[in-house]
């Protein structure tokens, strides 16, 4: 019952991964990835790893909104309602992801997997707390300060005002058309110093 | 067995987002194919932990710190690509032809 179960799960988890490449809308694509990632929560679970599992699900529920959030300010395709391709180097992609499933798929079956499962009625979850706060404390506090950092990091890399003064100042977007006129807004223009006048000529 | 189908599934997630993250032309969709190599890497060592350490403890250890890596991608992914926006209005790889070799 237990491997069939898992069976089916993992096969989930892979079908959801495939379907975020697949599917038309990005909005659509995230809420795949979501799944998948919820499957292998439920992975976890089963695997007698209850926190990291639900850990995983609550952090992906709420990671996979914000991703939905930033799918729906870049999407190239509202409402999936054209079919949507957009890839480059295609061939050599499907390449190399065979090429990665292929030799990870060698290594698993052609190499001698120890096997030591879980002793049933183990505290796991008991484990890892004494583990986190105990022997490990300093990379648990050492993915705390990570995590500020990144916090630094993006708020800086994203706010609109520089160091120096604004941060999109002087940036001139792609044309429409390769070489033609910049689309969208027009930092440039609206400095006043870099304006021609009609009669300097 | 059981670790067998845990790993491969694992191998075929890592592998669909290797195809993710070097065929997507959006910003974020590129993303997806990276978040989907870590959920990979996560499954992989939960089996790992679950069915051959006997319950070491340092295995959690390890799935927590690839979750975090995950959030400090996401972050930092999505901060870049507003950022590579508010420059060049570009969301997509090849309008950045700048660092092109």
Redesign the interface.
Known sequence: MK?LF??VL??F??WS??R??RVDS?VR??FS?LL??IA?GV??VI???P???I??IF?MAV?MM??AI??VM?M?NPAGLNPMM?????R???G???L???G??AA??TSD???????PG?A?VA??G???LGR?ML??ET?GV??LA??V??????A?SGRFGA??EG?R??GLAPGGE???RRPDESGGHTHHHGGHE | MMLSIVLLGAAALIGIGLYGALSQQSFVMLMMGLELMLNGALLAIIGFWSLSLAGMPEGQLLAIIVMAVMAVEMAIGFAMVVAVYRKRQADVTESIRTLKG
């Open positions: 491997p898992l069976i993992v096969l988890a892979v991964g495939w975020v490449f990005m694509a995230s990835l998948s990632f292998v992975i976890a695997l007698s790893a926190y990291i599992g850990a995983t952090m990671e914000v991703m930033f799918m870049f190239m957009m890839v480059h180097q295609h050599f992609a499907i190399a992801g065979l990665g499933f292929a990870l798929a698993v079956l997997l120890p096997l030591a499962p879980v002793p183990k796991v484990d890892l004494h583990e986190l490990s990379i648990f993915a990570t995590l990144t916090m990091g993006a708020v800086i890399l994203s609109r941060a999109d940036s977007p792609p910049p689309a969208g």
